[in-house]
């Protein structure tokens, strides 16, 4: 998917549609000023930017990163990488432990229950799977009458906002593009007539340290554990034979006649 | 050699918090354990272990608090033994490979009420105790207000703990319950008593000590 912001006319259509398809409530315009952020019942919205008297919005959903941390992070496969190769998110398996939502380097997982009990389901994006899967497109990319927001193949999306990148620069030097690379490369790439910042991205997106150590500890710990047990069974063997040994009635005898020698 | 169990090891309040504070922790790992080591996640949806790991945890904390207030001369002496370490416990290190392989008994220093390695097991449960309980509360209560890093740490820190008091309750539970020395280890955490023999090759200072008092 590519998001030409100098294309966005901040109609909201994107998110209408996406609360319209995915059956989440309330569908009245916003108001640019305040700009509805995600939630579990906003899964794509507009981040809006007022220049001078005109608005430029970036709409704002899951960037569907290559090297995703909430695929790192989930413990339940919830989230996992499909055959596409981006990011697909089953709600059934969702444990509702949080940890995509916090380890998102873009902040998109938005967890939804009850704080005492700790039952809670995450809320994202779905890149709308079973109308991509049927040859459509996402809702929001459907919806888009400026085309502002285009769905098709990577590769060629990447060519194609390049191109309109190196063209736009001649006007405005400040032109960029911005997916290319990052995490990996997203699946959700943008045409930016600023800086990333002022449309509410980190320049350069890492996957947390804390993940790449988690992924590395479960693993030591089924090593322990492992270890573990195998020296226990060591262990039992050896100790039991040394015990039984050392207790043969005959031992007894020879250590009897030793001492008597030594006597 | 009497085989008779008369001496007493543990007492009642002792026993039951031992076995309510395993029940706790053991439930506490297992749903855990499906969120942290790899493949076991399956369960975990829907998030009923969410609610059973918090259950338990109100329990596994609550246990020595009430534990505390009705015993708080037996508690602070378990803290006091479970920190004081010294020149002794380096004996035991050194002498207890050979012995719980088989070695002979007669090598092995006599030991206090609880020998180095229990100690060491202590020190495990006291400190992974008090990382799960403050890593726990942040991730429970203030997720969301704090820093999204906080809580990317605490769970690294809380992974960090479940490792260690994972390994040390299978050893544990093989100490107390599989090897073959440890014969009355598991009956002595049941009822509470010791024959004279084994108190007397496994705490020999602690059944000195007790012998005398009973004089």
Redesign the interface.
């Known amino acids: 998917m590519l998001v030409d912001v100098t294309k966005c006319v901040s109609c909201w259509w994107c998110y209408a549609a996406c609360k319209n398809y995915n059956r989440l409530p309330e569908t009245i315009k916003p108001d640019p000023e305040k700009p509805p952020a995600l939630s579990p019942t906003v899964w794509t919205t507009l981040k809006p930017i007022k220049k001078g008297a005109e608005w430029y919005s970036r709409k704002q959903a899951c960037n569907y990163c290559t090297d995703a941390a909430c695929v790192e992070v ?5 989230l996992s990488y499909n055959k596409l190769g981006f990011v697909q998110y089953d709600k ?8 995509c ?3 998102c380097p873009f ?1 998109v997982p938005q ?1 939804e ?1 009850n ?7 995450a809320n994202k994006c779905t890149f709308c799977i079973d109308r991509v899967t049927n040859g459509e497109q996402p809702a929001c990319a459907e919806a888009c009458p400026t085309g502002a927001i285009k769905f098709g193949k990577r590769s060629e999306l990447l060519e194609e906002g390049q191109e309109r990148v190196e063209l736009l620069r001649k006007k405005n030097p400040g032109t960029m593009f911005y997916g290319d690379k990052q995490l990996g490369g997203l699946h959700v790439m943008y045409v930016l007539d600023d800086s990333p910042q002022v449309y509410g991205l980190p320049p350069d997106p890492e996957l ?1 340290a ?2 790449t ?2 992924d590395v ?6 090593g ?2 492992a270890a ?2 195998l020296g ?1 069974v060591l ?2 063997v ?6 039984m040994v ?1 207790e043969l009635p005959g031992r007894e005898q020879m250590s009897k006649k030793k001492e008597e020698k030594e006597e | 050699m009497s085989a008779q169990r008369v001496v007493e090891r543990f007492r009642k309040p002792s026993i039951w918090f031992h076995w309510v504070h395993t029940a706790a922790f053991v439930i506490l790992l297992v749903t855990g354990a499906i969120l942290f080591l790899p493949g076991l996640g399956a369960p975990a949806a829907g998030g009923i272990t969410r609610v059973i790991h918090r259950i338990c945890a109100v329990v596994f904390v609550a246990a020595p608090v009430v534990y505390f207030v009705f015993n708080p001369k037996m508690s602070l002496h378990f803290i006091k033994e479970t920190l004081t370490w010294g020149k002794d416990d380096f004996t035991w290190v050194k002498a207890a490979p050979l012995y719980y392989f088989g070695g002979s008994e007669d090598k092995m220093p006599p030991q206090p009420h609880v020998n180095t390695g229990q100690k060491m097991w202590q020190f495990v449960v006291l400190s992974t105790g008090a990382l799960f309980l403050i890593t726990g509360l942040i991730m429970w209560f203030i997720k969301g207000i704090v820093p999204a890093a906080v809580i990317q740490w605490c769970t690294i820190v809380h992974d960090l703990a479940f490792i260690a008091a994972f390994v040390m309750l299978l050893v544990h539970i093989y100490l107390g319950i599989i090897h073959p020395r440890m014969t009355e280890s598991l009956r002595s955490m049941l009822d509470g008593k010791i024959s004279v023999h084994y108190a007397k090759s496994h705490y020999g200072k602690w059944y000195d000590e007790v012998a005398e008092g009973e004089k």
Request: charged share 15%.
């Open positions: 989930c413990p339940t496969g919830a059934d398996k969702c444990s509702g432990c949080g940890y939502a916090e380890f902040g967890l229950g704080k005492v009990t700790g039952i809670a389901v947390p804390a993940a150590v988690r500890l479960k693993w030591v710990g089924v322990a554990a573990a047990v226990f262990n039992y050896i100790a039991r034979e040394v015990i050392s």
